[in-house]
């Protein structure tokens, strides 16, 4: 395990809670990480960007319908925010809710503009998480700060 | 599991829990799953509310828990609580992002013991347990109330709870009535969505019981909740809770007695080995001959009949006979035991209404002369049975499908479980099926003898005719239904396995013909069937 490295994971990983990207869920995925599951934060993070950027397409779709359905775009951001919730994407879920607001309020522009947002939130994380767990890999620990990765 | 755990987790528990999550959310089903299996808890994961219904339906006593996510594309998150409350009365947690007031409202409406908010933690998944273990108290203290000694024995042989349990040893009346006020009076608080009026335990007597399951019956078994029932029932001074603890117990009861039917093999008459429906054979066959004669008057008595079978309390007049018929069909498939039933059933019934079905099975044998004493004449063969040909014909018992009996359709088998004839078999058969209420009803265990209700509905029918008293035609009756009941419902399959038996056919006097006939026509309800049918077949 290289010192070094696992200083610069965790310091990197401070910062991404500092600046709200990430938030207490996100430390709760680390600490179910274990010998059953040594990478369990890097898969999930994994799972969840998959299944996310169908989520994406669902809301783009329904953004792109004239006139727009705003319960049914509701309902597919709802499912998004969901999702964020599940890897602590705090920023991302900010951005969420504001589009929810939106939806709400039957606020077309509203939601477009907003939903540019909720998708650079999202991509700027996956970046900074990449990141993160390219790291993580290098100081031959996971994500979680676990030796010995398999 | 009707009482306590299973002995292999009693020890470690809450390990070995075991939680079926439901979400269609993959991450969230990912974590959860983790954190559930560091719980020590046995996870199952499903990512469509579909396959988790199917899923607990197979497998009946295969979760403890349920966990499921409100919003999911493929059903309603609140419709699954539902059908999960109904179908296996299992605790459900609800899960959401969306912390609403408004939605946790309706989750805890719709029966969810808990509702989370997402992100979950750990530390909430860990406690699930407690609403497992809540419910099993619930229940042994609602069947310890209803009819109080028989529930303690029979709670204190299925309960594996024996730390708290020991209230239910050795204990007597009044103590245990000491206790169970206290607990209620603890539930309440503990629980906290108890009404301040529930500080007495209800006492479901035969004629609530039978309003209860009128409307149970009227809703649709599918669509049944206890607050729609409550509203229904219009007993003022009954209270949700009230209501929704004796659809569990009902419910529990409908699916305990599907246990038990299913472990009786042997079906006298009936040809098919087969449990379902889908065997008209016995029951079936003499439904429909029944019922083919006189839609009209088995149309009027089938409504009642068939709350009452729903209904714990056997309504006498009710429809209890549609009940059983229904039952008696469905589980039949072709499975009569006659034998098991006498054994079954009055096992079987719930504390209470074993009681009360005796009684009825008494008078029954004094007011009917005719009838033989039910025990013996118990063994209605089906080897007896005749078909009867008027009988068969247009079989029209409403089992499952809807109007008449679907499945039943005049079936030679079926004419010849017509137990019209045997000696008094046939004829307490036939009266079963008639929706004799009277009878019946009072026979009928609290949801437990569906047959039994058919049994006592012709009972009752042909007791009207002979002027006798139902009871004991009901007993035979019931007595006859023997396992058929026992598998599905508890109630006596004679009627149906008799069809076979020539004796039965001949002895049937004419007019039991004709009334058996319109019994049978409006056997069953498709509603009511649908509600059994939901209960124990989750369709």
Not at chain 1, 102 to 125: M, P, W
Not at chain 2, 38 to 52: F, I, M
Not at chain 2, 392 to 415: E, F, M, Q
């Amino acid at each position: 395990m290289d010192k070094n490295h696992l200083q610069r994971q965790l310091e990197m990983k401070r910062s991404l809670l500092d600046q709200g990207y990430l938030d207490e869920q996100f430390i709760q995925l680390e600490e179910l990480e274990d010998g059953d599951n040594p990478n369990f934060v890097e898969e999930t993070v994994t799972t969840f960007y998959a299944n996310s950027a169908r989520l994406l397409q669902n809301i783009e779709q329904a953004l792109g319908s004239r006139p727009i359905d705003f319960t049914a775009l509701d309902n597919c951001m709802h499912q998004f925010k969901s999702s964020s919730t599940s890897i602590g994407a705090t920023r991302v879920k900010k951005e969420c809710t504001l589009f929810m607001e939106y939806c709400e309020a039957a606020n077309a522009e509203g939601c477009i503009r907003t939903f540019r947002q909720v998708k650079q939130e999202h991509a700027s994380l996956k970046t900074k998480l990449e990141n993160y767990f390219k790291l993580a890999r290098q100081g031959g620990t996971s994500a979680g700060g676990h030796a010995g990765r398999s | 599991m009707e009482n306590g755990f299973p002995s292999t987790r009693n020890d470690s528990f809450p390990a070995g829990l075991r939680v079926l999550v439901v979400d269609d959310d993959p991450t969230w089903l990912k974590i959860l799953e983790k954190m559930l299996k560091k719980c020590s808890y046995e996870v199952t994961t499903c990512g469509l509310a579909r396959d988790a219904l199917n899923l607990l339906r197979e497998r009946k006593d295969g979760y403890d828990i349920v966990i499921s996510d409100v919003n999911m594309p493929d059903m309603d998150g609140f419709k699954l609580l539902e059908h999960v409350g109904l179908e296996m009365d299992l605790p459900v947690i609800m899960m959401s992002v969306d912390g609403e007031t408004s939605r946790v409202m309706k989750g805890v409406q719709h029966g969810a013991c808990d509702y989370l908010l997402k992100p979950i933690r750990m530390k909430e998944l860990r406690n699930i347990w407690q609403h497992v273990f809540r419910k099993k108290i619930h229940e042994i203290r609602d069947i310890e109330g209803h009819e109080s000694f028989e529930g303690i024995q029979i709670s204190r042989n299925g309960s594996d709870l024996s730390d708290d349990g020991h209230m239910f040893c050795g204990e007597d009346m009044t103590s245990i009535k000491k206790r169970k006020d206290f607990d209620n009076k603890y539930d309440e608080k503990d629980l906290g969505d108890h009404s301040s009026s529930k500080k007495h335990r209800v006492v479901w007597s035969v004629d609530l019981h039978q309003k209860f399951v009128k409307a149970v019956n009227q809703i649709g078994f599918d669509k049944v909740g206890p607050k729609k029932i409550l509203d229904l029932m219009n007993v003022p001074w009954l209270t949700r809770e009230n209501v929704a603890s004796h659809l569990q117990k009902y419910r529990l009861y409908l699916s305990r007695l599907q246990k038990e039917s299913d472990l009786k093999a042997s079906f006298g008459g009936i040809k098919h080995p087969d449990m379902h429906l889908k065997d008209p054979a016995g029951s079936f066959g003499l439904q429909s001959s029944i019922n083919t004669n006189q839609n009209d008057v088995a149309n009027e008595h089938m409504p009642d009949t068939k709350k009452t079978l729903n209904a714990d309390n056997p309504d006498p007049q009710e429809t209890s006979s549609h009940m059983s018929f229904d039952h008696s069909f469905a589980t039949l498939g072709s499975e009569v035991n006659y034998e098991a039933f006498d054994c079954h059933i009055w096992n079987e019934a719930p504390k209470i209404e074993l009681k009360r079905e005796h009684k009825p099975l008494l008078q029954l044998e004094d007011g009917f002369s005719q009838l033989p004493p039910c025990a013996p004449e118990h063994h209605v063969k089906t080897d007896k049975l005749h078909p009867v040909p008027s009988v068969t014909s247009g079989l029209s018992l409403t089992a499952r499908d809807g109007n008449r009996v679907s499945h039943v359709s005049p079936k030679k088998c079926a004419i010849e479980s017509f137990p019209i004839q045997s000696k008094g078999h046939m004829v307490v058969n036939h009266q079963s099926y008639e929706p004799v209420s009277t009878a019946i009803s009072s026979m009928k265990p609290q949801g437990f003898n569906l047959s039994c209700l058919t049994d006592f509905d012709y009972c009752q029918r042909n007791l009207k005719a002979s002027d006798s008293t139902l009871a004991p035609f009901n007993e035979t009756a019931c007595l006859l239904q023997g396992d058929f009941h026992n598998k599905y419902f508890g109630l006596p399959n004679i009627e149906f396995t008799d069809c076979n038996d020539p004796s039965f056919i001949a002895e049937i006097p004419v007019h039991w013909y004709d009334t058996l006939t319109s019994d049978y026509e409006c056997p069953l309800d498709p509603t009511e069937y649908s509600i059994f049918d939901q209960g124990l077949f989750i369709a």
